[in-house]
């Protein structure tokens, strides 16, 4: 299983960007997907987290700006962020909870750097 995320880049504080990870190879169902953010100096942390049944929870800190969603047809998780601030600043990666056939098993995307600044 290989998850590639796509979407990150230089952005203007208050500006926005969507970021994208599709999930390939032999899965057989997708359990929860999330994102997490590692800042330079800073440990990995989650920013948001969506289950199989679409209940999503997110970081204090991005809770009202940013959105999880997932296209189960795609194997795709996505993260819409608004406002951002340049304290969001960050390497994004994906992540997800997959079952394929009898083995589960949690994977990794390989990080997109989101640079928010003027």
């Known amino acids: 299983v290989q998850l590639q995320a796509s979407g990150g880049g230089l952005v203007q504080p208050g500006g926005s960007l969507r970021l994208s990870c599709a999930a390939s190879?032999?899965?057989?169902?997708?359990?929860?997907m999330a994102w997490f953010r590692q800042a330079p100096g800073k440990q990995r942390e989650l920013v948001a987290g969506?289950?199989?049944?679409?209940?999503?929870n997110y970081a204090d800190s991005v809770k009202g700006r940013f959105t999880i969603s997932r296209d189960n047809a795609k194997n795709t998780v996505y993260l819409q962020m608004n406002s951002l601030k340049p304290e969001d600043t960050a390497v994004y990666y994906c992540?997800?909870?997959?079952?394929?056939?009898?083995?589960?098993?949690?994977?990794w995307g390989q990080g997109t750097l989101v640079t928010v600044s003027s």
């Open positions: 992540y997800a909870d997959v079952s394929t056939g009898s083995i589960r098993n949690n994977y």
């Open positions: 190879g032999s899965i057989f169902t997708i359990h929860g």
């Open positions: 969506i289950t199989s049944k679409t209940n999503t």
